[in-house]
């Protein structure tokens, strides 16, 4: 493995380690716009959602940002297939390497802040509890 790989290694694990014990803390920053404005990012909610995620508490990583979670589940996918292309020398394709996949995300994400700050049932599911 190259040194920079394993140096993202390490410093993942380190996060990785800071929210399995200190989530909620007051060294965690808080979203600039949520503080501002009051309306709720993409990403709102994603600091307390990789917190239950090391914890395994996969109903409050939905109530926190289901999107967070579908995230992970695309990139388990996307370097799953990455790995078992490297390690078995196969060239399968990931549906991520598609031309309009950065755009049909991107899409997603945009749909999905604008219906997260909608302020009527069923579209405060998708807000942070």
Excluded: D
């Excluded at 790989?5 to 716009?33: D, E, H, Q, V, W």
């Excluded at 994603?46 to 995620?53: D, E, G, K």
Aim: net charge positive; charged share 10%; aromatic share 18%.
């Amino acid at each position: 493995m190259k040194l920079k790989t394993i140096g993202l290694l390490f410093i993942g694990m380190i996060i990785a380690i800071l929210y399995f014990y200190f989530n909620r803390s007051t060294f965690f920053l808080k979203c600039p716009l949520y503080t501002t404005t009051g309306v709720y990012c993409p990403g709102c909610g994603s600091q307390r959602a990789f917190h239950s995620l090391l914890h395994l508490n996969f109903k409050e990583v939905i109530q926190y940002n289901i999107l967070f979670l579908a995230g992970i589940i695309l990139g388990v996918y996307h370097y799953s297939i990455f790995a078992i292309n490297f390690l078995f020398s196969k060239k399968f394709k990931s549906i991520l390497s598609q031309k309009k996949a950065p755009i049909i995300i991107l899409m997603l994400v945009i749909v999905f802040w604008f219906l997260r700050n909608i302020p009527v049932y069923p579209f405060t599911i998708l807000a942070p509890k």
